[in-house]
């Protein structure tokens, strides 16, 4: 069993509701009276986990010098899903399916970032590659700060045969590429929505950039070539956000 630990009021209570099931142990600040912590210890005392009280400094160390809020849980990694986890998932929306894609990206920060911003602007799944690929791990729950449990996190073996079927579903495909010819601000983007990012440094692959309805770009006027890739999909995803929010 792999156990990551989660701090602060909103990652503890994200993880309170959707996978209360998973948290193991819990420890507090024992100088801190903090009435925003009193749900979360009673939810915890309901689920039979008794946090320990320690010390300020031994919490700080366990959430890496972030801010923790007196406040951390050790939970079970949230499992990757599947192929057809996905399919039974998106038989099930009731909502305009809005899925998020990355192609081969590796750093689990960058995962990490795309989950939290996946989480904020509401999309469905976030899809990753089997191969070449991170997965769920401990440093991206941490940067996720509580999206690993809310968003699912599918793991294809064949990513050309899931963008296949997307389109199959009536699912736009939206490829990210600097020599886009238009930008994302020139797109009607209130449809069935996939938004493919591509890895770090190289971008889409050909065949994946193959099977993109259409391409685009964010416009740039300064020196540097490109953005990060969780930087650039916050800024495609709430793009996407804005327009289906407008209507």
């Known amino acids: 069993m792999s156990l990551t630990q989660l701090?602060?009021?909103?990652?503890?209570?994200?993880?309170?509701?959707?996978?209360?099931?998973?948290?193991?142990?819990?420890?507090?600040?024992?100088?801190?009276?903090?009435?925003?912590?009193?749900?979360l210890l009673d939810a915890l005392?309901?689920?039979?986990?008794?946090?320990?009280?320690?010390?300020r400094k031994k919490l700080e160390r366990m959430a890496d010098g972030k801010n923790h809020q007196g406040i951390v849980v050790a939970v079970?990694?949230?499992?990757?899903?599947?192929?057809?986890?996905?399919?039974?998932?998106?038989?099930?929306?009731?909502?305009t399916p809005f899925y998020l894609i990355l192609d081969?990206?590796?750093?689990?920060?960058?995962?990490?970032?795309?989950?939290?911003?996946?989480?904020?602007?509401?999309?469905?799944?976030?899809?990753?590659?089997?191969?070449?690929?991170?997965?769920?791990?401990p440093t991206v729950c941490k940067v996720a700060s509580g999206a690993a449990e809310t968003v699912p996190v599918y793991q294809v073996t064949n990513l050309a045969?899931?963008?296949?079927?997307f389109k199959d579903q009536n699912v736009w495909i939206m490829g990210a590429a600097g020599e886009a010819e238009q930008t994302v601000y020139q797109m009607k983007l209130d449809m069935p929505l996939a938004l493919v990012m591509g890895a770090e440094g190289s971008g889409l692959r050909h065949l994946t950039r193959q099977h993109c309805d259409f391409?685009?770009?964010?416009?740039?006027?300064?020196?540097?070539?490109?953005?990060?890739?969780?930087?650039?999909t916050g800024v495609l995803l709430y793009e996407v956000f804005r327009q289906k929010a407008a209507n």
């Open 7 to 39: 701090f602060g009021v909103h990652a503890v209570q994200a993880a309170l509701e959707h996978s209360p099931d998973k948290i193991r142990r819990a420890w507090i600040d024992g100088q801190r009276q903090d009435a925003r912590l009193k749900p």
């Open 45 to 55: 005392a309901a689920l039979g986990v008794d946090p320990e009280k320690t010390e």
């Open 76 to 95: 079970e990694l949230p499992a990757m899903r599947s192929e057809d986890q996905l399919k039974q998932d998106f038989e099930a929306l009731t909502e």
């Open 104 to 137: 081969q990206v590796q750093d689990p920060h960058n995962l990490g970032a795309c989950l939290r911003t996946a989480d904020a602007v509401g999309v469905q799944g976030v899809v990753v590659t089997k191969d070449n690929a991170a997965g769920i791990t």
């Open 161 to 165: 045969r899931a963008l296949r079927w």
């Open 215 to 232: 391409l685009v770009k964010i416009p740039m006027v300064g020196q540097v070539e490109s953005l990060n890739v969780s930087v650039a």
